[in-house]
């Protein structure tokens, strides 16, 4: 099934975003959130490709093994920063293999053990590029991209990350999902930003529940995530009370979606960083409103 055409529909569709885990202990917790937010039936969950371009056959492995369980609609995440076309081909084969149709294509960060590959001159160099390879691979998958409602940090301005927005649509990506954002206003300004500069493609925001104070202050340094004024105040308040910042992300989380959501936004794509209960009880209060 291709992912596009859940939103084809104006039923509320919930995504949710998981990573390879690392030992023993993520595997437990990775399962335990997996089996939870299962069953509330999401429209897809999707697999990261690794920080910074790092572990991807874990991630690839994890891929298989979730295919191969048949109870998902799976999209895989692959990166094209560092890596060869040769490696890039055999991975979309892979995947085409295990019976995935929808791939996120992302240009990603170099890998952090390797140099890139500045010598194979047909490697995609930009998300773009790399959504116009998966499209002309001939395996017929559909392919999503990513979309920065705070501008992506390396771009040269505003424009430019609008300009760079279509070129992934007129590239072949059939849909957009955001980075995380904590501003609704900054999100619907970015949406209506897109529109005018042709992007007709659906726009998927992205949230992330906060757990921690350090988490904001994270993706904020890496990602260039916009913290409003008003939400740093609390978190830096309690930001010696974990249990207080969770409690409030998971409240803040839930009026942002249901902001979305009153707006139009019936599709929302969840990053649970593998843990369960701050997302599990921000769908289910959706579910409960919006039925």
Same mark, same amino acid.
């Given at each position: 099934?291709r992912?596009?055409s859940l939103?084809?529909?104006?039923?509320?569709c919930?995504?949710?975003? $998981? $990573?390879?885990p690392?030992?023993?202990a993520?595997r437990?917790? &990775? +399962?335990?959130? *997996?089996?939870?937010?299962?069953?509330?039936s999401?429209?897809?969950?999707?697999?990261?490709?690794?920080a910074?371009?790092?572990? +991807?056959?874990p991630s690839?492995d @994890?891929?298989k093994?979730l295919m191969a369980?048949?109870?998902f609609l799976?999209m895989?995440?692959?990166?094209c920063?560092g890596?060869?076309?040769r490696?890039?081909?055999?991975?979309?084969?892979l995947?085409?293999g295990?019976g995935?149709?929808?791939? $996120?294509?992302?240009r990603?960060? =170099?890998?952090?053990?390797?140099t890139m590959?500045a010598?194979?001159?047909?490697a995609?160099?930009?998300?773009?590029d790399f959504?116009?390879?998966?499209?002309d691979s001939g395996?017929?998958f559909c392919?999503g991209?990513?979309?920065?409602?705070d501008v992506?940090?390396?771009?040269a301005? %505003?424009?430019a990350? @609008?300009d760079? *927005?279509?070129?992934?649509e007129?590239?072949?990506?059939?849909?957009?999902v955001?980075q995380l954002?904590?501003d609704?206003?900054?999100?619907?300004d970015?949406?209506?930003?897109?529109?005018r500069?042709?992007?007709?493609? =659906?726009?998927i925001?992205?949230?992330?529940?906060?757990?921690? &104070?350090?988490q904001?202050?994270r $993706?904020q340094?890496a990602?260039?995530?916009?913290v =409003?004024?008003r @939400? +740093?105040t609390?978190?830096?308040?309690?930001?010696d009370? %974990?249990?207080?910042?969770?409690?409030?992300g998971?409240?803040?989380?839930t009026?942002?979606?249901?902001?979305?959501m009153?707006s139009?936004f019936?599709?929302?794509?969840?990053?649970?960083?593998n843990r369960s209960?701050?997302t599990?009880?921000?769908?289910?209060? @959706?579910?409960?409103f919006?039925?």
């Amino acid at each position: 099934m291709r992912i596009s055409s859940l939103f084809e529909s104006n039923a509320p569709c919930f995504s949710f975003e $998981f $990573f390879a885990p690392k030992d023993d202990a993520g595997r437990t917790a &990775f +399962r335990r959130a *997996l089996d939870e937010l299962t069953a509330l039936s999401p429209g897809f969950i999707s697999i990261t490709c690794g920080a910074s371009g790092s572990r +991807r056959q874990p991630s690839l492995d @994890l891929v298989k093994e979730l295919m191969a369980d048949g109870r998902f609609l799976v999209m895989a995440h692959l990166t094209c920063q560092g890596q060869t076309r040769r490696a890039l081909e055999s991975e979309l084969a892979l995947l085409k293999g295990l019976g995935v149709e929808n791939i $996120f294509a992302l240009r990603g960060d =170099p890998p952090r053990e390797e140099t890139m590959c500045a010598d194979d001159d047909g490697a995609p160099r930009t998300g773009a590029d790399f959504v116009r390879m998966v499209r002309d691979s001939g395996l017929g998958f559909c392919v999503g991209a990513a979309a920065y409602p705070d501008v992506h940090p390396k771009a040269a301005s %505003p424009q430019a990350d @609008l300009d760079d *927005l279509k070129r992934k649509e007129d590239a072949g990506a059939r849909f957009l999902v955001t980075q995380l954002f904590f501003d609704n206003g900054r999100f619907f300004d970015f949406v209506e930003r897109a529109r005018r500069a042709g992007v007709s493609i =659906p726009i998927i925001p992205g949230i992330m529940p906060i757990t921690g &104070f350090r988490q904001v202050t994270r $993706f904020q340094d890496a990602c260039g995530v916009k913290v =409003p004024d008003r @939400l +740093r105040t609390v978190l830096e308040r309690h930001q010696d009370n %974990p249990e207080a910042i969770a409690d409030f992300g998971a409240a803040y989380a839930t009026a942002q979606c249901m902001d979305l959501m009153a707006s139009g936004f019936r599709h929302l794509h969840f990053f649970t960083l593998n843990r369960s209960p701050a997302t599990r009880a921000i769908v289910l209060a @959706l579910k409960g409103f919006h039925g």
